[in-house]
């Protein structure tokens, strides 16, 4: 019997730099098609990427998805099942991120960060284990990304601190929960990653930071992610992986 080719859904991918983008690149490096979605992106980025996926050797679709609106993750699916079919790996990597400490908090902040962080990844999970279900296959991935919540505090920025955290206890029940559907549920923290967010000033008081000696680049996270949506990481479920090199935050 010939095995299915693996098809994945990536959230959050809406520039060159992010990590998003370099789990594309990398799991169509190992022949996996890609479906990936993204947020008032620039056209001639989307267009230009798609290229560059598919000149790996594998089809690559995309569509732009709010999730801040409800019935988010139905649309995403209908739009992956419908163009390059019902994915086999999903990869939650979509974030809303404002700086907010206790001042300045508001209900409109929080809710704006549930939205994204939280509502969208809990139920595109659910809604892509119930149609896993259905395909028959075994060979099921989902990778969260987290941001090491439970490493220490971040102050200034509570509300993404509180909803990007609650994704490891989900990924903990969760994984337990559709395991005998032959889908595993990891999460991976990469720390601080030199991502289009970081201007010198923040390089620079980072990098003394890492026991590796360098910034984390968006490549070190999709390496890893890769690893677990892989055939090889099958044996893996239930865990939050803090791959950051070393990072420091005394």
Not at 7 to 34: E, F, Y
Not at 127 to 156: C, H, W, Y
Request: charged letters at 20%; proline letters at 3%; a negative charge.
């Amino acid at each position: 019997m010939t095995k299915s080719k693996s098809i994945a859904l990536i959230t959050g991918v809406s520039n060159d730099a992010g990590i998003g983008a370099a789990v594309c690149r990398k799991l169509a490096q190992q022949k996996t098609d890609i479906f990936f979605t993204h947020w008032q992106a620039e056209s001639d980025f989307l267009e230009r990427f798609r290229s560059e996926i598919m000149d790996l050797g594998v089809r690559c679709e995309f569509s732009e998805i709010d999730f801040a609106q409800r019935d988010a993750e139905m649309a995403v699916l209908s739009n992956a099942t419908s163009t390059i079919g019902f994915p086999n790996i999903l990869i939650n990597n979509a974030a809303h991120s404002i700086d907010s400490n206790y001042l300045d908090l508001t209900g409109k902040i929080l809710d704006d960060h549930y939205m994204v962080n939280m509502r969208a990844t809990f139920l595109l999970s659910t809604e892509f284990a119930k149609g896993f279900q259905r395909t028959g296959r075994n060979d099921g991935r989902i990778v969260n990304l987290t941001s090491g919540q439970e490493q220490g505090p971040m102050p200034g920025n509570l509300a993404y601190a509180v909803t990007k955290g609650a994704i490891s206890a989900f990924t903990s029940s969760l994984s337990a929960e559709i395991a005998e559907l032959g889908i595993t549920v990891n999460a991976v923290n990469p720390g601080p990653t030199d991502t289009n967010w970081m201007d010198n000033g923040i390089r620079d008081y980072l990098r003394p930071k890492f026991g590796l000696g360098r910034i984390g680049k968006p490549e070190d996270a999709a390496n890893i992610i890769a690893f677990l949506a892989s055939e090889e990481g099958g044996w893996i479920t239930g865990q939050v992986i803090h791959s950051e090199g070393g990072f420091l935050r005394a």
